[in-house]
């Protein structure tokens, strides 16, 4: 029997904006952040417990998030390309 995997929406819930002031010109030259994909070697791991849909490097990141945000130690409705 297969389980369904949950699925990330195609559009995440808004939410108002908020202004940067702490991060400097050097920090966004450096490149902070990449894009990604399921053939990059890059761990992808989102929290869709409650919509949640906060990202994590590691399924130990995610379940330690699960336990100190959510009081949970369900290993369900979690979205990853790693597994």
């Known amino acids: 029997m297969t389980?369904?995997?949950?699925?990330?929406?195609?559009?995440?819930?808004?939410?108002?904006?908020?202004?940067?002031?702490s991060t400097t010109k050097d920090q966004i030259n450096t490149?902070?952040?990449?894009?990604?994909?399921?053939?990059s070697v890059t761990p992808i791991f989102i929290c869709a417990?409650?919509?949640?849909?906060?990202?994590?490097?590691s399924r130990e990141r995610i379940m330690l998030h699960r336990k100190r945000d959510h009081d949970s130690e369900d290993?369900?409705?979690i979205i990853s390309w790693n597994e």
């Not at 490149?31 to 053939?39: C, D, F, I, S, Y």
């Open 3 to 21: 389980t369904a995997r949950p699925k990330l929406p195609s559009v995440l819930p808004s939410q108002p904006a908020v202004q940067d002031v």
């Open 31 to 39: 490149g902070l952040a990449r894009a990604t994909n399921p053939q």
């Open 49 to 57: 417990l409650n919509d949640c849909n906060r990202l994590f490097p």
């Open 75 to 77: 290993d369900k409705s």
